[in-house]
């Protein structure tokens, strides 16, 4: 019900946007969240947004470079990556959730499982 895409190949210090879609469902009312895994690592949050686009909280290894913003109209939450680094490189996922602690609260969660929603992910690959 999730899809993210825009994942490619970029070189280190270029750009990239990926964006989450809901299929059949609307993200209005759900606070929504960005995770990556790179394999043989754990999975690991990334960046969240709350539902109306007020708030935003960032992982320290992307605070600076990265941007989440979202559309309410086109149904869709984006990542915009800047500065990229060869460690950035990972599977992005989308979560989405009612209840705001599931993606700001100090206790949040990188399974899917405790998620609302989550989506099939998309790669991106940053060469050196």
């Known amino acids: 019900q999730l899809q993210a895409s825009g994942g490619g190949l970029v070189q280190a210090g270029g750009s990239l946007r990926v964006s989450c879609t809901a299929s059949?469902?609307?993200?209005?009312?759900?606070?929504m969240g960005w995770f990556r895994q790179t394999p043989g690592k754990a999975r690991e949050f990334v960046a969240a947004i709350t539902w109306s686009g007020g708030n935003t909280l960032y992982a320290d290894s992307v605070k600076g470079r990265f941007i989440i913003s979202r559309d309410n109209a086109k149904n869709t939450v984006y990542l915009q990556m800047n500065s990229l680094k060869p460690e950035d490189t990972a599977v992005y996922y989308c979560?989405?959730?009612?209840?705001?602690?599931?993606?700001?609260?100090?206790?949040?969660?990188?399974?899917?499982?405790?998620?609302?929603?989550w989506g099939q992910g998309t790669l991106v690959t940053v060469s050196s």
């Open positions: 979560a989405a959730d009612r209840e705001f602690y599931k993606l700001f609260g100090v206790s949040r969660s990188s399974n899917p499982n405790d998620h609302d929603y």
């Open positions: 059949g469902r609307t993200l209005s009312g759900y606070h």
